[in-house]
């Protein structure tokens, strides 16, 4: 870039060349990509970017009529009195971007236009409101749903599940109808005192033709949906603990589950004792290659150890970062969050908000539901709903120690670089509502919340007139 400068002759002397910083647009403009630490450096002034730019409040009808999750809000607003069976369990994004799926707590599946949704803000954050005309879908079911999917393999279909039920609900998106196209159960209900108690679903994941999905007595189950409408395979804990989530590693060879008791399994369908897992159709059953208790690992961070006592704790969700594969998620009850590198098996990030009695607020019953955070899609920010305020939090997580809340992180040796340390700051957004679950666009990076009042609340750069 130098050489097409011509140089100003000096009138007096000669002046010694002034050194330039690299101008690291060019090197983007040239190789068409982002490096990665550049991405982390402007990561900062997306999450300052950020603001609400639309609430939506569930007032949406079936057959005329006001749907439950519409009437229990309305209820728990004009009578104050506290509705457990509100708010938005889960949201789910399509491969594209298109379509947002939501379930509530009171019973509604709703796939929206993500479209029809962004063109309603028009800069101001009102509350605004839905055309229902624009959904794909809307159901009023007459049970708690806790848990929606897209199906990767078929982006037609919608998968729900309860922690009140054993049924897989699955939905074709292009029939008008308001039955599930196919329903899957569990094997085997638990016998106490002589009652038979199902298990109820608490999280999904796919893999090629396959269903899997964890319950609340520590088993996850998976289904050959070639073969039969029962579990073709069963993966134990040892445990009879709820297991809150799971996940699928991008190659679908290991399945990771976490839950109430903090601990962290694998299970390898690769090899070991899972091996033919998935070459089987018989009912076998396959224990965790490993386990880890997060609380032990937590107490390996000196610093961390020295400022607080670290005790178990249930953990809501998990999440592998799209960015980085090697970087799982972690996000307990008390609102603490973090990463657990997979490939070493060790704690690299943790975040730890304030306690609530520190600021003077409290945790409801309401939110006392799991929190189901989500991953920004290209920069490694994770988003968060905060457990005792409105809003949510943008944490760096980053797989360097350059991120202010990896465990190696020196605030010193940070000052002294060239980055500037507003590029190196989480964040907290305040909304207009609690939150209990998170999305974020696969494409562009628009963050919808659902609260505790069955609203979605869009996050994303404000509107600018031209």
């Not at 982390?40 to 007032?59: Q, R």
């Not at 309603?120 to 055309?131: R, Y």
């Not at 297991?243 to 694998?266: C, D, P, R, W």
């Not at 091996?275 to 032990?296: D, G, N, R, W």
Request: hydrophobic content about 35%; proline content about 6%.
């Amino acid at each position: 870039m130098d050489k097409y400068v011509v140089p100003v002759k000096p009138s007096i002397g000669k002046l010694k060349p002034s050194q330039r910083h690299r101008w690291k647009r060019s090197a983007i403009e040239l190789n068409g990509r982002y490096e990665p630490k550049y991405r982390h450096e402007i990561s900062g002034l997306l999450m300052e970017s950020y603001s609400e730019v639309g609430a939506f409040p569930h007032l949406y009808h079936v057959d005329g009529r006001p749907c439950q999750t519409h009437t229990n809000r309305i209820a728990s607003l004009d009578f104050q009195v506290p509705c457990r069976k509100q708010g938005i369990s889960a949201l789910d994004f399509d491969n594209k971007g298109i379509y947002l799926a939501s379930v509530t707590k009171s019973g509604c599946l709703t796939v929206h236009d993500f479209e029809a949704l962004y063109c309603q803000i028009d800069g101001l954050s009102t509350c605004l409101k839905e055309d229902e005309s624009k959904h794909l879908l809307h159901l009023s079911l007459n049970q708690q749903l806790d848990v929606v999917r897209w199906n990767s393999a078929n982006q037609d279909e919608v998968v729900c599940t309860s922690v009140k039920n054993n049924e897989v609900l699955i939905f074709d998106v292009g029939y008008i109808t308001s039955e599930p196209v196919e329903v899957l159960k569990t094997r085997h209900s638990v016998s106490i005192h002589g009652s038979n108690i199902h298990k109820g679903l608490s999280d999904v994941a796919f893999s090629d033709s396959r269903i899997i999905a964890s319950d609340t007595h520590g088993v996850i189950s998976v289904w050959d949906r070639r073969m039969n409408m029962l579990p073709c395979l069963e993966l134990t804990t040892n445990s009879c603990s709820t297991l809150n989530s799971i996940q699928l590693n991008t190659e679908n060879q290991i399945i990771f589950g976490a839950g109430k008791h903090g601990i962290v399994y694998m299970w390898d369908v690769r090899g070991g004792r899972s091996s033919t897992a998935f070459q089987s159709h018989k009912e076998v059953c396959h224990p965790p290659i490993t386990s880890l208790k997060l609380a032990t690992m937590l107490e390996k961070i000196g610093s961390l150890k020295a400022q607080t006592d670290i005790v178990p704790k249930e953990i809501h969700s998990i999440n592998l970062d799209p960015s980085c594969p090697y970087q799982l998620a972690f996000h307990l009850g008390d609102g603490w969050s973090g990463v657990l590198d997979i490939y070493n098996l060790h704690v690299t990030h943790i975040h730890c908000p304030p306690p609530a009695w520190l600021n003077d607020s409290s945790i409801s019953a309401d939110l006392l539901n799991l929190r189901k955070p989500a991953w920004l899609p290209a920069c490694s920010i994770y988003v968060v709903g905060s457990p005792s305020e409105c809003g949510i939090h943008l944490l760096d997580f980053y797989p360097d120690p350059s991120s202010p809340s990896h465990v190696d992180y020196n605030e010193d040796m940070q000052c002294s670089t060239r980055v500037s340390r507003q590029y190196n700051q989480n964040r907290f957004l305040p909304l207009s509502e609690c939150v209990t679950a998170s999305a974020a666009h696969p494409l562009n990076g628009t963050i919808i919340t659902g609260t505790k009042h069955s609203s979605l609340i869009m996050v994303s750069q404000m509107h600018q007139p031209c």
